[in-house]
Nanobody, 128 residues
Framework: VQLQASGGGLVQAGGSLRLSCAAS????????AAWFRQAPGKEREFVAA????????DYRDSVKGRFAISRDNAKNTVYLQMNSLNPEDTAVYYC??????????????????????WGLGTQVTVSS
């Protein structure tokens, strides 16, 4: 599976962006997917995850209520809607995926090492 993230940019605090992650090369509905981010000088951190069917989602605490992850398997695309952005959200955002076709949600889904496929990342900059 190849992943291509897009939709990043510069936005003022309080604004919104929607990131997209287009996948190719697999039956995407059998792949769990996630978004991670990495700010300069910091480790990559989990943002949100979604199961293959889209029926289960998970978020880091700091984005709950502001971000929403979704997917359209017909388009092989995962989205991250980001609202009420603040400067602390500034980072390169990466989409990640791995094949996981069990009925349960991917265990350890907040750990980068659980994912086999990564996109190149898209920069999100939030100005104060």
């Amino acid at each position: 599976v190849q992943l291509q993230a897009s939709g990043g940019g510069l936005v003022q605090a309080g604004g919104s962006l929607r990131l997209s992650c287009a996948a190719s090369g697999g039956t995407f509905s059998t792949y769990a997917a996630a978004w991670f981010r990495q700010a300069p000088g910091k480790e990559r951190e989990f943002v949100a995850a979604i199961s293959g069917t889209g029926g289960s989602t998970d978020y880091r605490d700091s984005v709950k209520g502001r971000f929403a992850i979704s997917r359209d398997n017909a388009k092989n695309t995962v989205y991250l809607q980001m609202n009420s952005l603040n400067p602390e959200d500034t980072a390169v955002y990466y989409c990640a995926s791995r094949r996981y076709y069990r009925s349960t949600f991917l265990p350890n889904r907040q750990t980068p090492g659980e994912y086999d496929y990564w996109g190149l990342g898209t920069q999100v900059t939030v100005s104060s």
